[in-house]
Structure formats: structure tokens, C-alpha cells
């Protein structure tokens, strides 16, 4: 970078000499978050195939809340249930 | 105002989205990280603790976790949007109390909704009134924000710790709707499913409605049954309704101007063809919700929006006389106004060069002497032929 710019996705600041990738009207970005980005399930850990999800067309990854929810767990009976169980496991703070 | 609240009431027991209302904070979806980032800065408060920013796009759920953790924690909340926030005077009014004299409203919790609203030079102090209170917090306070990109926030943001939210991945909507539909023993076919979740664009609320619009709509579940109704099918399909829940899925579907949705039932209803006490009785609810819309505009208070369909419903009595009109005169009045206006616009035009007075002057005064004096033939113009058809159906009318 020859100045100073800001990440359009993860809004941080990109100083001078540090590769950021820019586009014209865009804006600049850092270079890994420039890679694409999958979503982690949050029922199996496992990344939540993203390239094959029936919303890949509407879902906007770097601008959604980061953990989702992969297609087999999604297909499980009670899968919002075992959703909030996970969630509550891992941040227990939401359950206190 | 009561009469309505009593139905609104009524209403909003059959809404899915308040039916569904989350409870406690681990009922939400999404945000799981911003959600604990809330919780673990409303453990730690204490005196000073800088208040809290939550920023996200509407309908994420930014309110219910403010009113939610309020209540998981024991807390007052004193709820306040941008339009209560205008003026110093009136910041003051109504936080002083709480900010100095504590003891004495048990815990309160001040949450200040759609601070991005406030207005930077039309707001009387209001934002700077604001920040002086967020510089020096003696309760927790929580401000909420659409967006906080903007100039008028840049202050704001200087004196607070921003959790941002964000949209819900749609595959997650998925799961928590069809949770829904589970509890209410319905079912949606999977592309009427996908289309409600990219419709609503992460908008939890408005995926609610929509589902439960399409689930209890006057269409079937097709691929278009939920795409936005024009004015003139959403009108004729109102009144045409079998139902009243009918009836209100068809207003909820009408996702135009309030302005014009009041208009459309205002010349529809006017143009037909129904008796004097049914016709009052109509436009006595079209006033009300002329009213409503009126103190939105004046107050800029769009919460008020949401009762603008719960006053119209009450239009609804399966009347299939009335059809959608887009003018609010009868057509023979209208042909009247577009041909003859013309024609005496015309008329005018000439008469008032002849006798040295404006053309409204001479419309408005002489043009009822003109034609009695004509009709008792006291009275000759030389005027072109095409005046003498016009000339004899206003001098009918005059009689």
C-alpha cells in the first residue's frame, strides 16, 4: 500500500506498505480477506458448505453473522434444538 | 385511540412474530458472538462503564436483546427512540430523573433506539445533549444504530463500545423458520421456503410475517403468491376476501406508500356504488388511518406504521361492490372536468380578453350572467361555432 486505507470487508485499518488488494469504486481490502470465506457450522464444527448452499446466490459470507449451521445438520429432526444447545455450550454466558 | 389498541391487541395474538417473540436471549439465532459480547458487558457494568453501541441492519434483533438482557438482568428499561431525543430540553425531561435520583426507580436501564435518526442541525442540542450523558453514564445505557457510518455518529462512537450485528446467514434462517412451521403444524414447499429467506434478506421479522402471510394468504403457496401485490389485485382481492385473516394477508401483501394504500381504498370506495350508512361508516375508518399517517409524518414516528393494516382491516366486509378505482371522482364527472373543463378553459380564455378580467375572474363572476343572458337572448356573442355546444350544456345545467 502507498497510503493508508481502510478493509471494506473487515472494516480494520491496511497501513502503508502492507499488500491490500484495491479495486476502482470498491475500495481496498486485506489480502486474506480477500480469500473467500466459508461459514463454520456451529452443530459440527465442520465448515458449512458454503460453495454448495441452496443461498450461496443471496448470501453476502464477509456481511452475515459467521456461524451457521451445515446441510446435514440442517436436516436433522430438531435441528434448531441442537443449534441452541451448541450455542449455549459454547458461549455459556448466553445461558447464565 | 383505545378502540383501536383493544384491536390491535387482538390482532397481535395472532402474529407469528410476536407469538415467537424470543423469550430469553439464547431463543435468538445468529450473532452468537455480538449476543455474549452484551451479556459480558452487562456482568461487568459498573459506575462509568462506557454504554454500549449496538449497530446492524433492521430487523436482526438489536431491540429484543436490549429489552431481553434488561430483563435477564433485573432492569428497568426506560425504552427512548430518535423522536424523543430531538431537543435538549427534552433529552433532559425525561433522563435527568433517572440519572440523578436512581433509589428511587429501583434499577433503571436507559435503551436508546435508532440514534442514527436523530437529525444533526434539526435537532435542537438533541445529539449533543446525548453525548454529554453517554460521556458520564450513572446506569447502563444501550444505544441501537442502523448504520454508524455516518458524519452524525462520528461523536457518539468517540464515547461508547461498539458490538456490531450482523445479518443471519440464510441456511440458519432456514432451520429457525422451519422450527416454526413445525410448532404451528404447516408446511411451506422448499422454493416458496428459499424465497421468503432471500426476500427477507436477513429480516427476521419480516420473514415471520411473510410466511405467515403466505401460509394463511389468499393465494397457494405458488412461486409468485408472495411477490408483492399491485394495488389494483390487492384492493379487488380485500374485498373479495372470504375471510377476515384473508382479508388481512392481502393488506400485509400490499407493500406500497401508506399513502397510497389509504388513497386506493379512499377513490375505490368513494366511486362505488354502496348506500350512505355503509359509505360513512367506511370513511370514518379511512380518517383514522389518514390520522395515523398524518402524526407519523408530523412526529417522523414510523413505529406507528404497524397499525396503519389494523385500521384498515376493519374496511373489510366481504363488499363486492367495491372495485379498485384509481380516481377518487365518478367517471362522468371526471369526462366532465377533462372535456367541458377544456372547453370553458377555452371559452374563458376569449371572454376575458373581450371584457379586460382574468380568465378565473371571468369563470368564477360573470360566466352565470353570461349564460342567463344568452338563454333570455338579451345577450348576442360573436363566438367561433365550437363554443355553441358547450355554451347550451352549461346553460342546462345552470337551471
Known amino acids: 500500500m502507498k497510503f493508508p486505507g481502510t478493509c471494506i470487508v473487515c472494516n480494520e485499518k491496511i497501513p502503508v506498505n502492507e499488500i491490500g488488494l484495491w479495486a476502482k469504486g470498491l475500495g481496498v481490502k486485506h489480502e486474506k480477506c480477500a480469500q473467500i470465506n466459508e461459514l463454520q457450522c456451529i452443530v459440527c464444527g465442520s465448515p458449512a458448505g458454503c460453495p454448495q448452499c441452496e443461498f450461496q446466490e443471496n448470501c453476502d459470507i464477509p456481511h452475515v453473522s459467521q456461524l451457521c449451521i451445515c446441510k446435514k445438520c440442517s436436516e436433522e429432526n430438531d435441528a434448531f434444538s441442537s443449534y441452541q444447545k451448541l450455542v449455549n455450550k459454547k458461549f455459556p454466558i448466553l445461558n447464565s | ?399
Open chain 2, 1 to 399: 385511540m383505545v378502540r383501536v389498541s383493544l384491536q390491535t391487541s387482538q390482532v397481535i395474538k395472532l402474529m407469528w412474530s410476536e407469538k415467537y417473540r424470543p423469550q430469553i436471549i439464547s431463543d435468538m439465532v445468529g450473532n452468537e458472538e455480538p449476543r455474549a459480547a452484551i451479556m459480558e458487558w452487562f456482568a461487568k457494568w459498573k459506575k462509568g462503564t462506557k454504554p454500549l453501541l449496538l449497530v446492524g441492519p433492521p430487523g436482526i434483533g438489536k431491540t429484543t436483546m436490549a429489552y431481553l438482557v434488561a430483563k435477564q438482568f433485573g432492569y428497568d428499561m426506560i425504552g427512548l427512540n430518535a423522536s424523543d431525543v430531538r431537543s435538549k430540553s427534552r433529552i433532559n425531561e425525561i433522563l435527568t430523573p433517572v440519572l440523578g435520583n436512581v433509589s428511587v426507580l429501583g434499577i433503571p436501564m436507559i435503551f436508546v433506539d435508532e440514534v442514527d435518526g436523530i437529525h444533526g442541525r434539526g435537532d435542537y442540542g438533541g445529539a449533543a445533549a446525548l453525548v454529554d450523558i453517554l460521556k458520564e453514564p450513572t446506569v447502563p445505557i444501550v444505544i441501537a444504530a442502523n448504520d454508524d457510518s455516518l458524519e452524525k455518529m462520528k461523536n457518539i462512537k468517540k464515547v461508547v463500545t461498539t458490538i456490531s450485528f450482523k445479518r443471519i446467514p440464510p441456511r440458519l434462517l432456514r432451520v429457525y423458520l422451519e422450527n416454526i412451521l413445525k410448532k404451528e403444524n404447516v408446511k411451506l414447499s422448499p422454493g416458496s421456503l428459499i424465497k421468503v429467506i432471500d426476500k427477507s434478506r436477513g429480516d427476521i421479522r419480516s420473514m415471520i410475517n411473510l410466511t405467515q402471510s403466505l401460509i394463511n394468504g389468499f393465494n397457494p403457496q405458488t412461486e409468485i403468491s408472495f411477490e408483492k401485490i399491485n394495488v389494483e389485485d390487492g384492493v379487488n382481492a380485500f374485498f373479495k376476501a372470504n375471510s377476515i385473516d384473508e382479508a388481512r394477508s392481502v393488506l400485509y401483501s400490499m407493500q406500497i406508500n401508506p399513502r397510497d394504500k389509504i388513497n386506493a381504498f379512499y377513490s375505490s370506495i368513494v366511486t362505488s356504488d354502496i348506500d350512505n350508512p355503509t359509505l360513512a361508516k367506511y370513511l370514518e375508518t379511512i380518517s383514522d388511518a389518514d390520522m395515523i399517517y398524518g402524526k407519523i409524518m408530523k412526529t417522523q414516528n414510523w413505529r406507528l406504521l404497524r397499525y396503519l393494516n389494523d385500521i384498515l382491516i376493519k374496511l373489510y366486509q366481504n363488499d363486492d361492490r367495491i372495485r379498485y378505482t384509481k380516481y377518487n371522482l365518478s367517471w362522468p364527472l371526471l369526462n366532465r372536468i377533462r372535456w367541458d373543463g377544456a372547453k370553458i378553459k377555452s371559452l374563458s380564455s376569449v371572454m376575458a380578453k373581450k371584457l379586460h378580467l382574468s380568465s378565473s375572474a371571468f369563470v368564477s363572476i360573470c360566466l352565470p350572467y353570461v349564460l342567463f343572458c344568452i338563454k333570455n337572448k338579451t345577450l348576442e356573442l360573436e363566438l367561433e361555432e365550437t363554443f355553441g355546444d358547450i355554451i347550451e350544456k352549461e346553460m342546462e345545467l345552470i337551471q
